[in-house]
């Protein structure tokens, strides 16, 4: 018999943030990480790092995405990984104030849609080295990349192509 | 089978707040839901089974609340199921409480919804919201629906000749209606020049062309038939509902044309690229199979009252052209010229809407369709104590339910039946 009536929870001093008590709210920590796979999407990612852009290309309809799709929207049928011009134009833009949490104290930001000659659909991106009155629709815009990857999304942006502009 | 009719019997709403830690979502539901037993005299015995919608698991850090909150409303063992659509889960939720009477599966059914947005601060709730964008390719950018509205509304401006003074006019007009709506969080008398003057959120959307997050909770009450004017000798019913869908990232969306509504034609839109990133493919999809069901054609004189899903002011003026209130262009003039004021051509969102009633997100869907209910039974006064907002002879109206950035929309038409 392992029976003890005197058993007792040890004490100790973490308590808990109270900001209120009637009614009676308390924080409440939560934090997780994830093992996330980006799966089909892989070689967009890692191809980042090779300074390149990949976006799809429908074998049976020929629809080209600026985006990784493994299948085709319009038609079902799989596609094939298809190399995006690293030079576009601006589709539509913003900028941004506020954010979620995590983004917070990198704002303002600018986030802008991405069209490019021969793609059918949009990239979204950041667009840094422009402030919201610089930027316009049509605006010429070129990829850079970071050296040092995150192998997220964010590891390609795009810039003013001052180049381009100069043309005009 | 034969799909049998479908009626709404009675519906409760709570006041939406910024922030009520009072209730737990569980009591919230149970306000609404004993306001609409009280006002039509029916109790829990006369209703078959629910379906609870609440959007984000993250809010609530509670999985199977639905379950809970059937548990707390004294409904089991009877069926019951969770809905979820993003900020569509209040629109989806009552069309799914239609199909639980129009199969023939139940008799009556209380739909329920909520969302308690309050547990977390503004910056975190953003953030979970973003979660419901690409969270690969989309949300790493910033984590912040208004961004993507924003970029929607430059590029309405840049396609139609919008501007932001007409997008501000929403919010005034919104704003203003919730004056006599006592259940709104954020009634206000403003002016164009105070949305402009707000702090810019996302260009070119302001504090004050952004819906806030809310506290609150609605249940709607459906029923059959024979079940419906046992139940009250003012029922209305439910005419028609549409869905529609679109791709989850902005970037992915086709530049093809538009799927025209009966009151268009195809040189309307001659050199629109359609639905880009300036239209709401899914709301166009949603009211098209709706207004087919309801038989309407023509809908800007048919319909009486409009409750849509103005998360954004941009949105509400894209939302007139994805209905049909006007042609794709024409959003801007419809609001700048009245058309949507309380005794305009169509009164859209006397309620105030989601940027001034609330937007707590699985109650919203829900929310509209008891305004709506209260306005074709003509009983707003009673309800609100107050009659300024009861659009005179309204006999058939549509509520829109919206979720990402155009991902799910549900569109519902209603009809007064006396």
Redesign the interface.
Known sequence: MTLNPNAKLPENEEGTTVFNTDPLIIKYHYEMDYIHSYAQDSSFFTALGQKKLLGSKCKKCGYVYATPRSHCMMCGAETEWHELPLKGKVHTFTTCYFSGEEFLNETPFNLVMVEFDGVNSLFMSRLIGAETEDMYIGMPVKAKFRRNLKMSITDVYFVPDVKEEGKK | MEKRKVYMVSGGVTKFTKSS??MDFRLRVKKAFDYAMNDANIGINDIDGSVISYFSDHFQ?QLMAGAMVQDYLGLVPKPSKRIEGGGATGGLGFQSGYEEIASGRLNSVAVCGFETMSHV?T??G??F??LASDT?????????Y???Y???A??HM?EFGTTVEQLAQVSVKNHGNAMHNPYSQSPMKITVEDVRNS??????LTRLDVCTMSDGAAVAVLASEDKAFEMTDHPVLIKGIGTGTD?M???????GSVPLLPNEKESDYKNLKYPG?HSFRAGRMAAKEAYEMAGITDPINELDVVELHDAYTSSEVQTYEDLGLCKYGEGGSFVEEGKANLHGKVAVNPSGGLLAAGHPVGATGIMQAVFMFWQLQHTIKKHFHDDYLQIPNAKRGLIHSHAGTGTYVAATIMEAVK
């Open positions: 830690p009072d850090r601060n910056w975190k953003n953030e919201i973003a690969n390719f989309d949300y790493p950018l910033g984590g912040f208004t961004g993507y924003a970029m929607m430059v590029r840049h702090p810019m959120v996302s260009y070119p791709a990232r902005l970037s992915d969306r086709p530049f990133v």
